[in-house]
Structures are given as structure tokens and as C-alpha cells.
């Protein structure tokens, strides 16, 4: 069949998610929906508001929102008329967005895939697998290299900086100590290393490494690089959406020990994660197709809904 998915929400993980999308052999983008008028795409853009009079022409709609306060506050009204994918990554509030998510979209009759993306997402998954091995898991999660948005944005606050950007980077000798099955060593501040970009005069650059160092909350006791370079030599190096990371998982298996691993490096953090989005609205379309109701998230859904091949496909080639 060939699912009918539309976008609501057009920043970096929307524009990557419509670019993936036309990119499906089963799948067809209906449109975006915006509350800007004007937007950079051939695709059709309709105004948010008008949403729920498309209801029946679209068969999955993708959340491209932001997990701060756009998904808290949009995704249950949009569960009550559409089956949803989300990418909400507030950890600690997953549990209820799950519960609130599982009333609209069971009272509706459709299906919302929530946290989907990498982490939470395909990290979850692994999360889980890895440590259903091992009677006594050792697991230790570790991000990037990546560019972290809330830390980029706290170096560029600081008075004198023209241009910042931050990335965390796993350390080596914790990723050795993980998969050596010494993961209770490793705390979130001695796995990660902070590494900063910055632009600015010189007259300001020790007062602004001063301040970036003891910033509370945010480099404050983690290990923290900081390298000031010209405005070309950032626009050049610096523009990109890089992230990743690994979960590691060791133990004890009789006599033996095992370790289990699972990375990614990406190029873009939003084309990744729009990539899990859509497949996973492959996954959503098929479980509403077969009567399917209320939220779902990556530990639920059946790998093969993902692909666009047959199940009898799946277990004559790679099972």
C-alpha cells in the first residue's frame, strides 16, 4: 500500500524528514502544515489551523516538533484526529507523554508511536537488548561526537563571543574501561570530554575561557577544551549537525565474559533522526491498518513493520 504522510512543523528535522519521505517507494507527502505562510519547499504548505479538515486523506502524520514545549503542549490535540510518530526526547517525561498520548489516540482509534529518533529511540532498544544477556549487566551509554544546541547557546550568551560552538566527545580510556567490563568506574562527567569553538577578540579570550570553564550546570567539573579560532575557520568547520554515540554493555556469562556494543556516527543528527521517524511511520501506518490502537514506542513495535520489505521477504533473506 502506499501511506499517506504529511508534516506538521518545518525546522531542520522537518525539512530532513520531507527529503527522506519522498525518498520511500511506499509513501507519498500530502503536505506540510505550518503556521508560517511562506516556506522554502515545492511541497504544499497549509496553515496549521486547517489541519483537522484533511484528517481522512492522510494516514500518518509526522511531529517534526520541538520536544520543549511544542510536543507537551500540540501532540495530544493532533493523537485525537491523526496516527502520529513522534521524536519527544525529554526523558524523564516519556512515561506520561506515553500515557497521555495512549488516551488520545485509543479514545480516536489511532495509533501514536512516540520517542522514536536515537536516543530515545534505537539506543532504548539496545538499552534493553543488551541487558536482557547478562544476569549482571554492566552498561554505560556514552554521546557524541556531537554538537550539543544547549551548550553552543550558553558560550554564545557570554559577552565578546562572536561565534561558539560545543562539542561532547566520548572519552577514549571510558569507552576502553566500558568494554573492558569496568563501566562502574565511569560517571557522566569523566566519560565525556566538552570541546569548544569559539570566536573572539583577543583581549577577551582569557576572561571568556575563564567563564566558560566554571560555568555551572554546564562545564563545571568535566574535562573542557576551549579553542578560539577565526570567524572563516569557523564558518568553514562548524556549520554541520554532527552527533552519535555508543551503548556498551558487558558481563559474565558462566565463565566467560561478553560484551555487546552499539554505535552510530552521523554526519547530521537531523537526518538521522528523521530517518528513524519515518520508518517508523512505516510501522505506525501497518499496526493502524490492522486495527491497532493507542501509543506505542520502539521497545513495542516489531522490527520488521520498519522495513519496506515482506516479512516473508525478511525471513528468507535475514533471518
Known amino acids: 500500500m502506499t501511506i499517506t504522510t504529511a508534516i ?5 528535522l522537518g525539512r530532513s524528514a520531507e527529503t527522506l519521505i519522498k525518498a520511500q517507494p511506499d509513501m507519498e507527502l500530502f503536505g506540510i502544515f505550518s503556521r508560517r505562510t511562506e516556506l522554502d519547499t515545492d511541497t504544499p504548505v497549509y496553515p496549521v489551523d486547517s489541519i483537522n479538515d484533511y484528517a481522512d486523506k492522510i494516514d500518518v502524520l509526522y511531529l517534526c516538533l520541538g520536544s520543549a514545549t511544542d510536543i507537551p503542549e500540540q501532540a495530544v490535540s493532533f493523537a485525537e484526529h491523526f496516527t502520529t510518530v513522534d521524536t519527544y526526547d525529554n526523558h524523564k517525561q516519556i512515561p506520561d507523554h506515553y500515557a497521555r498520548m ?22 532504548s532498544l539496545n538499552r534493553v537488548i543488551g541487558a536482557s544477556l547478562f544476569p549482571e549487566p554492566q552498561q554505560n551509554t556514552f554521546w557524541g561526537r556531537g554538537l550539543s544546541q544547549g551548550h553552543s547557546n550558553a558560550i554564545r550568551g557570554i559577552e565578546g563571543v562572536r561565534f561558539g560552538v560545543q562539542y561532547t ?20 562527567k569523566s566519560a565525556h570530554l566538552r570541546q569548544c569553538w569559539v570566536v573572539a577578540d583577543e583581549a577577551d579570550q582569557d576572561r571568556i575561557r575563564d567563564t566558560i570553564v566554571n560555568m555551572p550546570d554546564y562545564f ?76 506505542y514506542t520502539v521497545l513495542q513495535v516489531p522490527p520488521y513493520l520498519l522495513s519496506t520489505k515482506s516479512l516473508e521477504d525478511l525471513l528468507r533473506e535475514d533471518v
Open 8 to 12: 506538521v512543523g518545518y525546522g531542520n
Open 102 to 123: 495512549d488516551a488520545a489516540a485509543r479514545e480516536s482509534g489511532n495509533v501514536a508511536v512516540v520517542a522514536t529518533g536515537w536516543d530515545p529511540g534505537l539506543f
Open 169 to 188: 566527545i566520548p572519552r577514549e580510556d571510558a569507552i576502553a574501561a566500558a568494554k573492558a567490563g569496568r563501566g562502574s568506574e565511569i560517571d557522566g
Open 220 to 295: 563545571v567539573g568535566y574535562q573542557t577544551e576551549v579553542h578560539f579560532i577565526s570567524e572563516s575557520d569557523f564558518q568553514r568547520d562548524h556549520q554541520g549537525l554532527p552527533h552519535g554515540g555508543h551503548v556498551i554493555t558487558s558481563g559474565t556469562l558462566g565463565a566467560s565474559k561478553s560484551t555487546v556494543e552499539f554505535a552510530l556516527d552521523l554526519e547530521s543528527n537531523p537526518d538521522f533522526t528523521a530517518a528513524a521517524l519515518v520508518a517508523y511511520g512505516r510501522a505506525a501506518a501497518r499496526l493502524a491498518a490492522d486495527g491497532a490502537t493507542g501509543a
